[in-house]
């Protein structure tokens, strides 16, 4: 191997501790009372080096938020289109509570620390995410178009209706504010059929339908 790629591998390992010790930081402490030199100290590196990796905590948190929305996007997706479209939605929704599952961390840090940054100010870098919520979108209006929700829904509306329950959920169960002997599992279940039987049933929705493109909205809307 090269000194050069030598050197562009040890860069990267470096990097990955970075990020790998403010997750931890973010996560346990919350983003706000964790500074540059706490991560520095836990990686055992100088706070001034780190500048030659990220330029601020804020950027160390975004190159998190993006990994963690890569990862989203890959759990939605997973499962590919069915014959059935409702049960294609039910399963898109329960993706959701299996990223948290799969990846509690980075839940947690982009959907329950209510101080990190938005990151609908990076649209460039998380450009990506509209091609997720156009897919996602995708699966709500295929059941539209086949009669199975009522025309008058907006899919945007149907999707944070769907997501809604589930991320109350999944923030008790990280947050141990589930009763002793509750299922996650099973509540996130009952919660989608029960929502997708209302919209089924043409229950009236009253919500605002979001934005097609920008930022978080594209996610199931923390706007960071």
């Not at 500048?51 to 759990?75: H, P, Q, V, W």
């Not at 329950?112 to 995708?138: C, N, T, W």
């Amino acid at each position: 191997m090269s000194r050069e790629a030598l050197h562009e591998q040890a860069r990267e390992a470096t990097r990955r501790a970075i990020l790998d010790a403010a997750l931890e930081l973010f996560v346990a402490d919350g983003y706000a009372q964790v500074s540059l030199r706490s991560i520095a100290a836990k990686v055992q590196y100088s706070p001034g080096a780190l500048y030659s990796y990220f330029s601020s905590k804020d950027d160390i948190f975004l190159a998190l938020a993006e990994e963690g929305f890569r990862l989203l996007g890959a759990t939605h997706l997973e499962r590919p289109d069915t014959p059935d479209p409702l049960d294609d939605l039910a399963a898109t929704a329960w993706q959701l509570h299996a990223f948290s599952q799969r990846h509690p961390e980075y839940f947690a840090l982009v959907f329950l620390d209510r101080h990190v940054p938005r990151i609908g100010r990076e649209y460039e870098r998380f450009a990506f995410m509209a091609d997720l919520k156009s897919q996602l979108l995708a699966r709500v209006k295929r059941c539209i178009d086949e009669g199975l929700l009522p025309r008058s829904l907006h899919p945007g509306t149907a999707l944070r209706l769907l997501w809604a329950p589930i991320l109350g959920i999944t923030s008790m169960r990280l947050s141990n504010r589930l009763a002793p002997g509750e299922d996650a599992d099973a509540l996130v279940h009952d919660a989608i059929q029960t929502t997708i039987a209302g919209l089924r049933a043409g229950a009236a929705t009253h919500a605002v339908a979001p934005h097609a493109c920008g930022g978080a909205s594209v996610s199931p809307d923390k706007e960071s």
